[in-house]
């Protein structure tokens, strides 16, 4: 199995493992589901921590108003009056006016909190560095957590405009936010590897050769940003450590160059440029006396 480690810009995003006669077509709409469903899991995380501090999302038409403009409008939100949390509900007001500030209890929150974290877990960068390789069947099981945590918290389900519930249902609309310019459409993929492009129409061991166990660092985006930026020579760290040892060594020569009116290294015996004579003399060791 090739090893893949995928890449967006110089960020690192995830292993990957796939047989060297995989059809590049497959193997860019595989890594391209689990690049998109890891942003899927951490915009669900995000909306998530609110839902379990604020309660539920208010109707699109009471987005930022104050209590006193509800009232005057006549406005009213059905949904939070019929999905009320497990357990009851904790005022908590949300000062930017997207939810309607019915929280649910301390233990309902942490029900909701610790799945955040378990999902976060399944789908972080760390996996990189533990070598682990992640899978569409993987951001699967982190949003079927999620979404279990959601009905256990609230059995009677969300609003159907809640964003928790668009991201579950896949209808979410992410035109006109930064979340949207980050995924990346299957059919305008690209993979590159080493400057070059993974044409769709090939395999990947027509680029990589048949050794099964290669690791290469794969580049995803979207098709028209041209090529992606080489990797780096060296580590930002192996930076880091080089700058360090110059930075060492140049304090060492300043403190040298300070140290070259300094004498008191000639009274040294290797500094005697008689030595080697009064040695063949036999008068190496002697020392004088005063009478």
């Known amino acids: 199995m090739v090893l893949l480690h995928v890449k967006r810009g110089d960020e690192s995003q995830f292993l990957l493992q796939a047989p060297g006669s995989t059809e590049l077509e497959e193997l860019t709409v595989q890594v391209t589901r689990v690049y ?45 009056e019929r999905c009320v949390p497990s357990g009851g509900a904790v005022f908590k007001k949300d000062d930017i006016g997207r939810r309607n500030g019915q929280a649910p209890n301390e233990k309902m929150k942490q029900v909701i909190k610790k799945t955040i974290e378990e ?7 760390k996996q990189v560095e533990a070598s682990v390789c992640v899978t569409m069947e993987m951001v699967k099981d982190a949003l079927d957590q999620l979404r279990g945590a959601v009905m256990i918290v609230y059995p009677m389900g969300l609003p159907p405009y809640d964003p928790i519930q668009m991201e579950f249902e ?12 980050s995924v990346i459409k299957e059919s305008e993929a690209q993979l590159w590897w080493a ?20 690791k290469i660092i794969v580049k995803i985006q979207q098709r028209g940003q041209g090529a992606p930026a080489r990797e780096p020579i060296i580590s930002s760290e192996e930076q880091k450590q080089l700058m ?12 040298l160059e300070e140290n070259d009116d300094d004498d008191s290294c ?23 006396r005063p009478r």
């Open 36 to 80: 998109n469903g890891r942003l899927k899991v951490q915009r669900l995380c995000s909306e998530m921590e609110e839902l379990a501090e604020h309660g539920l999302f208010l109707p699109p038409n009471m987005h930022g108003l104050t209590d006193e403009q509800i009232e005057e409008l006549k406005l009213k939100d059905e949904w939070g």
């Open 119 to 125: 999902a976060k877990a399944i789908i972080s960068k």
């Open 170 to 181: 896949d209808k979410e609309d992410l035109s006109g936010t930064q979340a949207g310019l």
């Open 195 to 214: 400057a070059k492009e993974l044409r769709r129409t090939k395999k990947l061991s027509d680029y990589v050769g048949k050794n099964e166990k290669t």
């Open 244 to 255: 360090l040892y110059y930075h060492r060594r140049q304090e060492e020569l300043k403190k």
């Open 266 to 288: 000639l009274n040294s015996p290797w500094a005697d440029n008689t030595a080697l004579k009064r040695h063949f003399h036999g008068v190496k060791d002697i020392k004088w």
